[in-house]
């Protein structure tokens, strides 16, 4: 038998209008406000491959004291909903007409008419709110989704990611960088990670280097910890340790859109197979059992969001420079979890990826004893590293792509070093040296001559 103090219901979910109980699993008056999403057919990892996770009969409700109601009732199809740091708007994905394609709009909660936010004829998805009245989404740019941000006025926007693989934000963290998904090795078609980046696209990393099978989907909780999903259920990410740990959720498969009901409180997506549709579900954090929310026979109820006042991230200043390039230092590559002998490493050559998706040399410059090295490289562009030894054998190549902004100047502890990685008190020998970068713009360099 059910608590009386479990707050659930299962609700019948009309695509034509309000929803309406379906069976009382529990009476509850008392459960907070949120927003889903409803819809035939979804497929989280689809955004991989360019492809929409939802079909068109895609639609966000509201769950309140009034009862539930869609959000936007004139729309075809809406998705992905985000909710101000105020709590009175929202944004999400939206078709008004089923030929249209996906637009970022903003609603009040209270009334009003949507507005739209991105007039570009892509496809735009999975907004989140930033500070200063900016957006950030991913943008359809031919086969992949490209994460951009702009204002709410749309005055200007700006692309953040430069890889030849598709990007999809997932949330905004407490320090005001960016929670955005993609394949690992970033740039390439692989499983999906987890990676972080500032809102002016500089300072990209994975935000752990121990790299599992499939980590997407995250969302930092009010503990600062990052909850994600992955092939085996939900794990996190925690700031005392270098690599991901379990978290003992009930068997099943989790979506997209996790989200904090209060510290260690969570309304989730869950299935118990590929089988059936996705449900909301309670899961109180080391309970071994899920409470049921929503549910609906035949239809996935993805995407819970709460309708809640909330902190707003830290805002940052950015470092770019008005340059065309990049400086990068290194300070030691022999600082990573690959292992090489000391004094092997004599060279860095860097390679990028061009409009037809040929890798294309940049050039070479040598590498320090201590491991430093210094380059300028191209800004907005796929860049990938390889190492080698005094008879210009590979020691180590990236497998994929990382990128620096235009005028960005960025430090490194090493080469694959992981961000809990602190640098050694020492001035690189590369800038007792020189301070001036070796040029690796490919500017010397025409051809990687088929590599």
């Not at 941000?149 to 030849?164: F, K, M």
């Not at 080469?415 to 490919?442: F, Q, R, V, W, Y």
């Amino acid at each position: 038998m059910l608590p009386r103090s479990m707050v659930a219901c299962v609700l019948l979910l009309l695509l034509t209008g309000p929803a309406r109980p379906a069976t009382e699993v529990v009476q509850g008056s008392q459960f907070p406000a949120f927003l889903y999403t409803v819809a035939k057919t979804y497929n989280p990892l689809a955004w991989l491959h360019g492809a929409d996770r939802f079909s068109s009969d895609a639609a966000v409700f509201v769950h309140d004291k009034g009862g539930e109601r869609r959000l936007v009732p004139d729309f075809a199809a809406s998705a992905d909903p985000s909710v101000s740091f105020d709590g009175q708007k929202v944004l999400f994905a939206g078709k008004l007409h089923t030929q249209d394609s996906w637009k970022i709009w903003e609603v009040d909660l209270v009334g009003g008419r949507p507005r739209q936010v991105t007039p570009t004829v892509d496809d735009s998805i999975r907004p989140f709110y930033l500070p200063d009245d900016r957006v950030v989404y991913a943008r359809k740019n031919g086969e992949r989704y490209v994460i951009e941000v702009a204002d709410l006025t749309h005055t200007r926007s700006v692309p953040l990611t430069y890889i030849p693989s598709s990007a999809l934000p997932t949330d905004v963290l407490h320090d005001g960088r960016i929670l955005f998904e993609s394949a690992y090795p970033l740039g390439t078609e692989g499983n999906p990670e987890i990676y972080a980046v500032y809102s002016d696209g500089s300072g990209i990393e994975s935000y752990r280097c121990d790299h599992g099978p499939s980590r997407y989907s995250a969302r930092q909780s009010s503990s600062g910890d990052i909850v994600f999903e992955t092939a085996h259920g939900l794990a996190r990410f925690t700031s005392a340790r270098a690599q991901q740990a379990s978290l003992s959720s009930p068997a099943g498969e989790y979506a997209e859109g996790l989200t904090e009901i209060a510290p260690g409180d969570w309304l989730v997506a869950w299935r118990h197979d590929a089988k059936q549709p996705f449900h909301l579900m309670r899961w109180s954090q080391g309970s071994p059992r899920l409470q049921p929310v929503l549910e609906q026979k035949d239809l996935n109820v993805v995407q819970p969001a709460m309708l809640a006042e909330r902190l707003v991230p830290n805002r940052h200043p950015s470092g770019l420079h008005d340059w065309p390039n990049a400086n990068l230092l290194c300070l030691n590559a022999y600082t990573s979890k690959y292992q090489f002998v000391p004094g092997s490493i004599h060279s860095v050559r860097l390679y990028t990826r061009d409009a037809e998706g040929s890798t294309r040399l940049l050039g070479i410059a040598p590498v320090e004893r201590d491991g430093s090295f210094f380059v300028q490289v191209p800004g907005d562009q796929p860049l990938q590293i390889e190492l080698l030894d005094a008879s210009g054998k590979t020691l180590k190549r990236e497998a994929g792509f990382f990128w620096m902004r235009r005028g960005e100047q960025r430090g490194c502890v090493g080469c694959h070093a992981g961000p809990e990685t602190a640098p050694e008190n020492a001035i690189p020998m590369i800038l007792l040296k020189s301070t001036n970068p070796a040029d690796l713009t490919g500017a010397r360099v025409q051809s990687a001559g088929g590599q």
